[in-house]
T-cell receptor, first 110, second 114 residues
Framework: EAQVTQNPRYLITVTGKKLTVTCSQN?????MSWYRQDPGLGLRQIYY???????DKGDVPEGYKVSRKEKRNFPLILESPSPNQTSLYFC?????????FGPGTRLTVL | QKEVEQDPGPLSVPEGAIVSLNCTYS??????FMWYRQYSRKGPELLMY????GNKEDGRFTAQVDKSSKYISLFIRDSQPSDSATYLC??????????????FGSGTQLTVLP
């Protein structure tokens, strides 16, 4: 079954405590992205990756890091989380015409 | 001003109605247009995409793009309660290739009443 998995699904943490949200896809897609979704603002792209070791900033990259060392994995790293990063995060992978989103990670930063 | 504007709704219609969902955009360079459906507590799923002005039909769904007016629409015919979801429009600058930076609308929440 084609899928994108994210972990954890829910996370409550405190300001400044580094965290990583993992993302993995089993479709051999080259292109992967991270988004955050906030009420009234919709989905905003944080980072995207065109292939292994190739990443670029999206609309809201501040406070986030990513890496793409393997084709299937695209982790999102928050080195020093702040309350304004409380949000619902989605990982996605795509071909030219088809995009799959993960189930989402709800992050709360206290 | 946001690059992509979408009426958040909520929109409530009776079963069987024709639904019209719309987005306007300000960047005339957008070339690739998509509609996503997002059920509660789920990730968005791609419904339709199109590269050009005009209509594209897929079952009960029709996507319409008017580049001259910078306006896109999604029509749902014979709406069903299972269509109740949030609908997101999205667009990008690049019309081909694998690298795209997508800009999303904020989504319209639709409820179809049985």
């Amino acid at each position: 079954e084609a899928q994108v998995t994210q972990n954890p699904r829910y996370l409550i943490t405190v300001t400044g405590k580094k965290l990583t949200v993992t993302c993995s896809q089993n479709m051999n897609h080259e292109y992967m992205s991270w988004y955050r979704q906030d009420p009234g603002l919709g989905l905003r792209q944080i980072y995207y990756s065109m292939n292994v070791e190739v990443t670029d900033k999206g609309d809201v990259p501040e406070g986030y890091k990513v890496s793409r060392k393997e084709k299937r994995n695209f982790p999102l790293i928050l080195e020093s989380p702040s309350p304004n990063q409380t949000s619902l995060y989605f990982c996605a992978s795509r071909t030219t015409d088809t995009q799959y989103f993960g189930p989402g990670t709800r992050l709360t930063v206290l | 001003q946001k690059e992509v504007e979408q009426d958040p709704g909520p929109l409530s219609v009776p079963e069987g109605a024709i639904v019209s969902l719309n987005c306007t955009y300000s960047n005339s360079a957008f070339q690739y247009f998509m509609w996503y459906r997002q059920y509660s507590r789920k990730g968005p799923e791609l419904l339709m995409y199109t590269y050009s002005s005009g209509n594209k039909e897929d079952g009960r769904f029709t996507a319409q793009v008017d580049k001259s007016s910078k306006y896109i629409s999604l029509f749902i015919r014979d709406s069903q309660p299972s269509d109740s979801a949030t609908y997101l429009c999205a667009m990008s600058l690049i019309s081909s290739g694998s690298a795209r930076q997508l800009t999303f609308g904020s989504g319209t929440q639709l409820t179809v009443l049985p």
